[in-house]
């Protein structure tokens, strides 16, 4: 007896719990409730992967593997690129090869490919309430992995409720490479598995790896001095995010947990630099894909783009052209009158004077999102602090000519700017006069 829940009422997914109960090594309860959950349904393909997960850590690996290389195919139906790729590794485990089904993923996703058109992902089956089955209740052992084969097999023999032609969705970076090739990129990524309460990532870590969400759910957390842990987003199966480590090698601005159990593909970045060096295509997708995640995250996200309204936005940021600053080099150099605007995109600057001692201060370290730039671009004066890289920096250079062209259009953007060079100029002055006191203190005493 199945029942629909909704996400409010039903805590815990059967799901989720099996997901769990395996990564307890708890194999025998994991096994039973997940084969019973393919026993009550012909279309949750995720726990139909997990019950052939389980099968292979029961030492069944031929009937793990066939599983796995039918479940690609699935996958793929409903549009699920990376929950297709778990089911490669998987098989790939289980002694298949996996780079035959990553091209099979490859030609219907890649580019070119006459099953791709401008459709949504197809969502999950509703979570439905589900307990273990009598049956699979009473069996143990070898007795209950013979058991959950069984339904394996009548689950993947089942008619599947998605048709073999339906169509797929058009995916951002992976549709834009021709099948050869996204099959090499895919074979990048392996498998990460993760607890309710671990960390993808962690504030402050050198950023060496990009992930994808398979399944699970995961909270973006911010330490802040003053509020302590904030969460800025809460990511779902299909996000990417880590990406920025392609281009920069700042330490992460945040951190990422688990809230349930989890599964990530991840891509080590000497891989895809390894990738992209041998093939210029990975390497052209790569940076585009990357750039227009920092654009949108721009968009979203900067203070100043704020001043505009959101439909006019990506324009506005059109007008900027994209620069990589490598570590130690100046955008801003105290006492020259620049010329550009910088808007931060990845990396992060520091902002450093010099008091009235003749010590260097740092004033501020800026991140994305951050401006650079505008006391000398709004209020014509030379610059009252150097502005250097700290780690490799991607910054949208508005030059003084484009930003004469953007705020006859964006008026708001003027004022937004002025406000804010106004107040740093202030500030600059402030601390640095109080730096040297504080130094004029220590050498009275």
């Keep these: 007896m199945t029942k629909s829940t909704s996400p409010a009422d039903r805590g815990v997914s059967p799901l989720d719990r099996a997901h769990g109960l395996r990564q307890e090594k708890k194999t025998d309860d994991a096994l039973r409730l997940a084969a019973s959950i393919i026993a009550a349904s012909t279309d949750d393909v995720n726990a139909a992967y997990l019950v052939a997960r389980l099968l292979l850590d029961s030492d069944r690996a031929q009937s793990a593997g066939k599983a796995a290389e039918a479940l690609v195919e699935r996958f793929v ?3 699920d690129l990376l929950g297709a790729c778990l089911c490669a590794q998987l098989g790939f485990e289980a002694g298949g090869f996996a780079e035959n089904a990553l ?10 490919s006459k099953r791709v058109s401008d459709v949504s992902p197809r969502p999950p089956p509703l979570p439905v309430a589900v307990e273990v089955a009598p049956f699979f209740a009473k069996l143990s052992g070898p007795a209950l992995a013979d058991a959950a084969e069984k339904a394996l097999t009548r689950f993947i023999e089942a008619k599947d409720p998605v048709s073999a032609t339906a169509p797929l ?3 951002p ?10 099959t ?9 598995e993760l607890k309710a309460g671990e960390y993808a990532v962690r504030q402050g870590d050198e950023g060496r790896e990009a992930f994808a969400l398979v399944r699970g759910v995961l909270n973006v957390v911010r ?13 779902g199966a299909g996000s990417v995010f880590g990406e920025m480590a392609l281009v920069s090698d700042a330490p992460r601005a945040a951190s990422v947990v688990a809230v349930e159990p989890t599964h990530l593909l991840v891509a080590q970045r000497k891989h895809l630099e390894a990738l992209a060096q041998k093939d210029g295509t990975i390497s052209r997708e790569l940076g585009r894909f990357c750039h227009g995640r920092m654009v949108s995250n721009l968009i979203r996200h900067s203070a ?16 900027f052209t994209p620069e990589t600053f490598k570590p130690g080099a100046l955008l801003v150099r105290q006492g020259e009158e620049g010329e550009s ?7 992060s600057v520091e902002v450093r004077s010099t008091d009235s001692e003749g010590d260097r201060v740092v004033l501020a370290q800026l991140g994305p999102g951050d401006v650079v730039g505008e006391i000398s671009l709004i209020l014509r004066r030379p610059a009252t602090a150097d502005v250097v890289a700290v780690h490799s920096t991607v910054a949208l250079q508005l030059t003084r000519e484009k930003f004469q062209e953007a705020i006859k259009q964006y008026p708001a953007l003027l004022t937004e700017l002025y406000e804010l060079a106004t107040k740093r100029e202030e500030e600059t002055r402030s601390v640095v006069a109080q730096e040297a006191l504080d130094v004029s203190d220590v050498v009275l005493l």
């Design 77 to 79: 139906r409903r549009g």
């Design 341 to 347: 605007l910088f808007l931060i995109a990845s990396g």
């Design 304 to 319: 100043i783009l704020a001043a505009v309204e959101p439909k006019r936005r990506q324009d506005l940021v059109g007008r």
């Design 173 to 182: 970076l992976f549709g834009e490479l021709e099948p050869g090739v996204l």
């Design 184 to 192: 090499r990129l895919l074979g990048a990524f392996e498998v990460r």
């Design 169 to 171: 969705p058009r995916l």
């Design 223 to 235: 330490e802040d001095e003053v509020r302590g842990p904030v969460v800025l987003a809460v990511l």
């Design 103 to 112: 091209a099979t993923i490859s030609e219907a996703f890649g580019k070119g």
